[in-house]
């Protein structure tokens, strides 16, 4: 990968950042009856407008640097793990594990448990999907790592706000960087410089 097409990556994984955050606010905003043009003013509005966009590139930038941590761990663990059976049932364990402790911190005590694992839930599905498509534009060993990446890094990317028991908070939070991660495990083995043997590197992120 070449200085531009890092640059590239990096600046349209802000973008989407920003956008999903744009999108949450002003779903947020119609649904919100206390909330109207009118009380909040021109300056109000134009206030919240540029809080959001900060937020979501601040996210944004956060999945970037999270992308690159992960394939990082992912290729330190290759090496690791010699035999790669191994590794791909330590990265399912991960997402089972992570997955449950996304449930479990948004639980108030003395409650039912069952109603919090719908986020993580919904992050393991959406997870699936874009697993599915990679492994179809790539290779099937390519499934579980990424499964892995768009389940366990974008939860515990997630955490701070899934600590804050907000609805609010917690979407604007993880759809975010969910998308983001999304584009940047999709956008990979097309920008990656092809290797040697002519086969796209990166196929196993």
Same mark, same amino acid.
């Given at each position: ?10 600046? &349209?994984?802000?973008? %989407? ?12 905003? /119609? %649904? ?24 979501? *590139? ?6 970037? /640097? $999270? #992308? ?12 690791? !793990? ?10 399912? !364990? ?31 599905? $959406? ?7 990679? *492994? ?5 060993? &390519?499934?579980?790592? @990424? /499964?892995? #990446?768009? @389940?366990?890094?974008? =939860? ?15 979407? /604007? ?11 940047? %495990?999709?956008? =990979? ?11 796209? *590197?990166?196929?196993?992120?």
């Amino acid at each position: 990968m070449n200085l531009g097409k890092w640059i590239s990556l990096f600046l &349209s994984t802000l973008g %989407i950042g920003i956008g999903a955050a744009l999108v949450v606010g002003a779903f947020v905003f /119609m %649904i919100n009856p206390e909330v109207t043009p009118s009380t909040m003013g021109v300056e109000g509005i134009l206030f919240n407008v540029i809080q959001t966009v900060t937020v979501g *590139a601040l996210l944004g930038a956060f999945s970037h /640097m $999270g #992308f690159f941590a992960y394939l990082t761990v992912n290729l330190f663990a290759q090496g690791i !793990f010699k035999n790669k059976l191994l590794w791909t049932y330590v990265q399912v !364990f991960f997402i089972v594990v992570v997955s449950g402790y996304a449930a479990m911190l948004r639980v108030p005590e003395g409650e039912n448990m069952l109603p919090y694992f719908v986020l993580p839930g919904l992050v393991v599905i $959406g997870g699936y999907f874009v697993a599915r498509r990679k *492994a179809a534009e790539t290779n099937r060993k &390519s499934f579980v790592p @990424t /499964m892995f #990446f768009m @389940t366990a890094v974008t =939860l515990l990317e997630a955490v701070p706000a899934l600590q804050q028991f907000n609805a609010y908070g917690t979407v /604007m939070m993880v759809l975010p960087l969910f998308l983001c991660n999304a584009w940047q %495990i999709l956008r =990979l083995h097309k920008i990656l410089t092809p290797v040697a043997t002519g086969e796209p *590197a990166g196929r196993a992120s």
